[in-house]
């Protein structure tokens, strides 16, 4: 099972659970309620991220295409530009967190993820043919 990452780095173990919510050892991170919030800064479940070093983008096979767009400050000229948006192959499985990763974009940077203009986590599943967008913290979209 896969362990969870918080921004303020505390790590969700589905091992271990976490008994100051009443959460049993053994209980995978998807089965978390959504009222569940991470013990040390209370972010909600969404702002997770699978630990670094286990993609799934790996254990797949290639490939899906999505475009992607980036707004104001994570725009980069040859990745992730404004406008048209800037096509990228990923391995079936992928995340909006293996994206970004592909990217070279800080995780914390991003604070809003859009897939076909309805706003999404990073956990979400990415498809052949996805339009995605990313937006920072500050600026408009
Ligand atoms: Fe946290």
Not at 75 to 80: F, L, M, P, V
Request: charged share 25%; with cysteine.
């Amino acid at each position: 099972m896969d362990r969870y990452q918080c921004r303020c780095q505390y790590v969700y173990d589905p091992v271990k659970g976490d008994p100051t919510q009443g959460i049993a050892p053994g209980t995978p991170f998807a089965a978390l309620p959504d009222s569940w919030v991470c013990p040390l800064c209370g972010l909600a479940k969404n702002f997770f991220v699978r630990e670094v070093g286990k993609p799934t983008s790996e254990q797949g096979h290639p490939t899906i295409k999505v475009s992607v767009k980036c707004f104001t400050t994570l725009r980069k000229a040859d990745t992730c530009d404004m406008g048209e948006g800037t096509e990228h192959q990923l391995f079936e499985g992928a995340t909006v967190h293996d994206l970004v990763e592909k990217l070279d974009i800080p995780m914390e940077a991003v604070m809003l993820v859009f897939v076909n203009n309805t706003e999404v986590d990073f956990q979400t599943g990415l498809k052949n043919g996805d339009r995605v967008a990313l937006s920072p913290k500050t600026g408009g979209m």
